[in-house]
């Protein structure tokens, strides 16, 4: 039988962009027929990072920014789950920005799906590493006075081969991201925009409908130039879609011991193997 992955009641306030990104990450999985016992989502602290409590997933909350090294421990150790890193912009591009550069350098089979909300969210408001340039919060009342990170871009420039930027409020379009990332073989990262309706009263559901539109069928995702340039895209015009794939070898493939064989969680290990090693110091 097919598995239908249950919901349960979040705490996330009446019309967070999150409600709209667990819809598509339960169909998602359901179409792409991955049951519970395959699948994990690592997440850090949030209220994004809140996202396995209220589906019925396997689940894993690391420390704030710590998303990414767990999953990387999760797959190394079973490579047959499939991994997901859920997590907010402050999450993965603030605090957990250096595990985010040095996972794109290993190229570790993960989906990464942001939900970039341009705030910190669950700590009430502060500007968070996309927060634009002079938006005032709660915090920074005077304005953001540092230039906002450019993940996508970031990404890029340092190797990642799948990079996408899917929308909440267009559900059946960040599906079909997510299935792509989900299916890349590789380290996959999918920025969500993702509207915060109470902590970032600036980029509204209304301000990215104004903004966003799809990548013409006939752009050409493996050119990394072009790539580059719609990567850099965000202001006027904000273009969501597959901004570039290219195929690489994977890390876990880049290592015999793990490429060939079971997975290393499933090897029977004897403790008495370690006794030849052992003898040399003896
Ligand atoms: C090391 C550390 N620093 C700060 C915090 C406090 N903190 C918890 S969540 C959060 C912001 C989360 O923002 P984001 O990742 O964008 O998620 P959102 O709530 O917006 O979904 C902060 C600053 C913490 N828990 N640990
Ligand atoms: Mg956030």
Request: contains cysteine; glycine residues 8%.
């Given at each position: 039988?097919?598995?239908?992955?249950?919901?349960y009641?979040?705490?996330?306030?009446?019309?967070?962009?999150?409600?709209?990104?667990?819809?598509a990450?339960k169909q998602?999985?359901?179409?792409?027929?991955?049951?519970?016992?395959?699948?994990v989502?690592?997440?850090?602290?949030?209220?994004?990072?809140?996202?396995p409590?209220?589906?019925?997933?396997?689940?894993?909350?690391?420390?704030?920014?710590?998303?990414?090294?767990?999953?990387?421990?999760?797959?190394?150790?079973?490579?047959?789950?499939k991994?997901?890193?859920?997590?907010?912009?402050?999450?993965?591009?603030?605090?957990?920005?250096?595990?985010?550069?040095?996972?794109?350098?290993?190229?570790?089979?993960?989906?990464?799906?942001?939900?970039?909300?341009?705030?910190?969210?669950?700590t009430?408001?502060?500007?968070?590493?996309?927060?634009?340039m002079?938006?005032?919060t709660?915090?920074?009342?005077?304005?953001?006075?540092?230039?906002?990170l450019?993940?996508?871009?970031?990404?890029?420039?340092?190797?990642?081969?799948?990079?996408?930027?899917g929308?909440?409020?267009d559900?059946?379009?960040?599906?079909k991201?997510?299935?792509?990332?989900?299916?890349?073989?590789?380290?996959?990262?999918?920025?969500?925009?993702?509207?915060?309706?109470?902590?970032?009263?600036?980029?509204?559901?209304?301000?990215?409908?104004?903004?966003?539109y799809?990548?013409?069928?006939?752009?050409?995702?493996?050119?990394?130039?072009?790539?580059?340039?719609?990567?850099?895209?965000?202001?006027?015009?904000?273009?969501?879609?597959?901004?570039?794939?290219?195929?690489?070898?994977?890390?876990?493939?880049?290592?015999?011991?793990?490429?060939?064989?079971?997975?290393?969680?499933?090897?029977?290990?004897?403790?008495?193997?370690?006794?030849?090693?052992?003898?040399?110091?003896?």
């Open positions: 039988m097919e598995y239908e992955y249950k919901l009641k979040p705490s996330w306030c009446p019309g967070c962009g999150n409600y709209m990104i667990r819809t990450l998602a999985l359901e179409e792409l027929k991955i049951e519970p016992h395959q699948v989502i690592t997440t850090g602290i949030g209220q994004a990072a809140k996202m409590h209220y589906i019925s997933i396997n689940g894993f909350n690391g420390l704030h920014g710590r998303a990414l090294p767990v999953a990387i421990g999760i797959k190394l150790a079973n490579k047959k789950l991994v997901i890193v859920e997590s907010g912009d402050g999450d993965t591009y603030g605090e957990g920005g250096n595990h985010f550069i040095h996972t794109i350098r290993r190229n570790i089979d993960i989906a990464h799906f942001v939900h970039n909300n341009q705030i910190y969210g669950l009430k408001g502060q500007a968070s590493p996309t927060t634009a002079g938006q005032k709660t915090l920074q009342c005077e304005g953001v006075k540092v230039e906002p450019q993940p996508l871009a970031l990404a890029l420039i340092m190797g990642a081969g799948f990079v996408a930027r929308f909440s409020g559900i059946p379009h960040l599906v991201l997510m299935k792509e990332a989900i299916n890349y073989r590789g380290y996959a990262l999918v920025d969500i925009l993702q509207p915060c309706v109470v902590w970032n009263r600036v980029n509204t559901f209304s301000w990215y409908k104004e903004r966003i799809h990548l013409p069928e006939d752009y050409d995702y493996s050119n990394k130039e072009e790539a580059l340039k719609k990567a850099l895209e965000f202001g006027d015009k904000i273009p969501i879609g597959i901004i570039y794939k290219a195929e690489k070898e994977s890390y876990e493939d880049r290592f015999q011991v793990i490429k060939e064989g079971p997975a290393l969680v499933n090897r029977k290990l004897d403790p008495m193997d370690a006794k030849k090693l052992l003898e040399e110091f003896m």
